[in-house]
């Protein structure tokens, strides 16, 4: 897949198919819409298109409200790639795009790249005050040489498919649901940073994982999960959440990996997220905890068990 950063420096010279959007997560709804737009290209010809913004439009036009992201961009470029997409154009995202009319941005799309197609989903506006509606985008299509067909929204008997569904499931902690709308288990992914060493002294050593800002981590508990490192995946329970039973303040990631003796620190690490066992809670005593920490274990490994 070639990339491209911004419409201006966009080369590619074979007719295309293109789609528009944050995709965010990358969730099935997404995959449908991508998966529609490589087909129809493979069909007439035409190569397959993305067109993407960073950062996210919500922290320029509403930062206050911007949501927390479910990828990084990039986390985001692979995700995309694997959907068979030949040309992935990423558009920074400023205050003075957000204040341009419709008509403008086709027309700079139109500009750089040999557009003959545009699929947009059944909720897309683009452009100022939500102007460019599908109405208004097939009047700029008449006279700017391209086509515009609506992808209507997967029916599913299960949970919508948004962005926004995923993040309200894995921020009640609901693994399962924001597994269906992904279409693969939620992962973080950072480097390994120092921790105070509690987890050491206790017998659990854990890997403290720094993550992105405005990063979405689920919900405070105890999570099953798949760690990759160096290439090798391994399973793990994480904690996530303030650590009540030390006093803890500061909200951490912290991974225990079941099959691994080594060191971590620095390294990079990648958390796949596959069932949440409990919430967070306090203990008593340090040697509670411990013993809920074995439990954990246990737990995760009969979940591994039923799950091969």
């Known amino acids: 897949m070639q990339v491209s950063e911004g419409i201006g420096s966009a080369s590619h010279a074979a007719p295309l198919a293109l789609t528009i959007g944050v995709f965010d997560g990358i969730h099935r709804g997404h995959q449908h819409v991508l998966a ?3 087909a129809r290209a493979r069909q007439l010809g035409l190569d ?17 409200h911007a949501p927390l992201l479910l990828t990084t961009l990039d986390e985001r470029i692979p995700l995309l790639a694997a959907q068979g997409l030949d040309l992935l154009v990423i558009e920074p995202f400023t205050a003075a795009l957000s204040r341009l009319r419709a008509a403008a941005f086709m027309e ?9 197609e545009l699929w947009i989903g059944w909720d897309f506006v683009l452009g100022h005050d939500r102007e460019g509606t599908p109405a ?38 609901d693994i399962d649901t924001a597994t ?16 105070d060493r509690r987890g ?14 405005g990063r979405l981590v689920p919900a405070n508990g105890v999570y099953v999960c798949r760690a990759q490192v160096a290439g090798a995946w391994r399973p793990a329970v994480t904690n996530i959440g303030v650590r009540p039973t030390f006093d803890g303040l500061r909200r951490t990631v912290e991974a225990h990996l079941l099959e691994f003796d080594g060191d971590l620190y620095d390294q990079p690490l990648t958390l796949q997220i596959l069932a949440r066992l409990r919430a967070e809670q306090r203990f008593a005593s340090v040697a509670e905890l411990v013993a809920q920490i074995r439990r954990d274990v246990v737990a995760a490994q009969a979940w591994f068990a039923a799950h091969p």
């Open 36 to 38: 529609t737009v490589v």
């Open 48 to 64: 397959a298109a993305a067109l993407t913004f960073e950062p996210h439009p919500a922290q320029i036009v509403r930062p206050e």
């Open 108 to 116: 700079r799309v139109c500009d750089a790249l040999p557009l003959r």
């Open 136 to 173: 208004v985008l097939r009047q700029l299509g008449a006279r700017l040489g391209f086509s515009v067909h609506i992808i209507e929204r997967l029916a599913t008997d299960g949970p919508r498919l948004s962005s926004t569904a995923a993040r309200h499931a894995l921020l009640e902690g």
């Open 180 to 195: 269906t709308i992904l279409g693969r288990p939620y992962h973080l992914a950072g480097r390994v940073v120092s921790g």
């Open 200 to 213: 050491s002294t206790i017998g659990v050593p854990t890997a403290n994982l720094a993550l992105p800002a």
